[in-house]
Every structure is written in structure tokens, then in C-alpha cells.
């Protein structure tokens, strides 16, 4: 049960919003779906993990959705944590094409993914969608790659795009 307030200027009621206002299961639930989840364990994996502790299962979509509702608020909370990782990262970028829109069947635009991965731990340290491969949104990748993980890294690999030597030595090795 909730607790209800009375505002005193205006005399309405209501109820602090703690991010599970008006959702069916219990914070304990859908906090145990995300951390399950965010381990690697695939949603119907969860979902069958469910059936032990819980009588009313919720179904692999709902826990997809749960992801997706909460994942700008994990992203928050773990946007500021420093990473323990290794002395290496690999950052590698990965073409995309799509659609110019829905209603046009015809042409498509290039996107790209810029991850970077430390090689020890195979954790995802930081990453950027884009429109373009470009020297601003790789630098932004290795301004995050350094201020996550508060100046470990010692090596990057990746795949030799010219644009990578230049922006490497300004964002780790410039004095």
C-alpha cells in the first residue's frame, strides 16, 4: 500500500512517484528481471527463473519492456560508476544500414555503432550511435572510454582507420 499525501496549498492528494507508480508487479520483481537481464541471461531465461520464486509469471515481453522503460535510469545510475577494468580496450566501429523512413521503400542511410570493449573483462566500456565515422564521434567514444574507467587503459586497439592514431594521442597522451 501507498502512501498518500495532502498538499496544504491546494488541498489535492497524491502519491510520490518512486518509478514502479501503477506497475503490476512488485519493485522486488522487476528489480530482480533488470539485474538478471543485465547479467546476460536472455528474457525467457528470466522468465523461467520466475517460475521458482513467483505464482503469477509475467511473460518474456513484459521483461523486455521493463528494460526498455528502465534502461535510461540504469544508464544514469552507471554512466558515473568508474569501471575496474584492464589495461586494454579494442574499439572497433560496426556499419549500419537502414531505411530512409517508413513510408519509402527505397534508399537506404549508413549509421554506424562505435563500441569499445576491454579485452580482459569483455565488458562494453563506452559506445555511440552515429550517422557518420567521423573524427568528433570516435573522439567522443574515447572521451567516455577515459573518464569511465579514470585512466587505466594504457593500450586501444582497433582496426586502423586512419582517424584513430590523431584522436587516440589527443584524448589519453596529450600533457
Sequence with gaps: MLQRYLCRECKKRFVVDDGFYRMRNSPQKIT????????????RKVQEHLQAFYPHNVSNVSIYKWVIKYAENISKFTGVLKLKVGSEVQVDEVEYHRRKSYEAKRGTDKNWFIDSIDTETRFMVASNYAKTRNGREIKQVMKLIKEKTDNQIKTVTTDGLNVYGKIIKNVFWSY
Excluded at 32 to 43: A, E, K, V
Design 32 to 43: 530482480r528481471c533488470l539485474d538478471l537481464f543485465y547479467r546476460g541471461i536472455s528474457t
